[in-house]
């Protein structure tokens, strides 16, 4: 069983800035989705287990980076020149199998945190 502590979402202005973490109680693969009002959950981006390889879903390509702090056991997702359609729950994930998109499903979640960007 892997718990997630998720942290870091709230409210900003469009242009801005958030950085969300999620401490996990192992080290797995990790990765961020996030739901919309209205819409359905959506991969925002993945890291291995390592650190060293990351995918990130192209809407978020070059403004979201990841990162992991493996010593903490910790994800960090740095937010930049964040939009008001980047606006939904974000939720941090954990998979034991792998990185893909089958394996976060079968993993493990957080229990998401709000972020609000305003025009």
């Known amino acids: 069983q892997v718990q997630l502590v998720e942290s870091g979402g709230g409210l900003v202005q469009a242009g801005g800035s958030l950085r969300l973490s999620c401490a996990a109680s192992?080290?797995?693969?990790m990765g961020w989705f996030r739901q919309a009002p209205g819409k359905e959950r959506e991969f925002v981006v993945a890291?291995?287990?390592?650190?060293?390889?990351?995918r990130y879903a192209d809407s978020v390509k070059g403004r979201f980076t990841i990162s992991r702090d493996n010593a903490k056991n910790t994800v960090y997702l740095q937010m930049n020149s964040l939009k008001p359609e980047d606006t939904a729950v974000y939720y941090c994930?954990?998979?034991?199998?792998?990185?893909?998109?089958?394996?976060?499903?079968?993993?493990?979640w957080g229990q998401g945190t709000q972020v609000t960007v305003s025009s």
């Open positions: 994930a954990a998979a034991t199998t792998g990185w893909g998109l089958n394996d976060y499903e079968k993993g493990y």
């Open positions: 192992g080290r797995t693969f």
């Open positions: 890291i291995t287990r390592g650190g060293g390889n990351t």
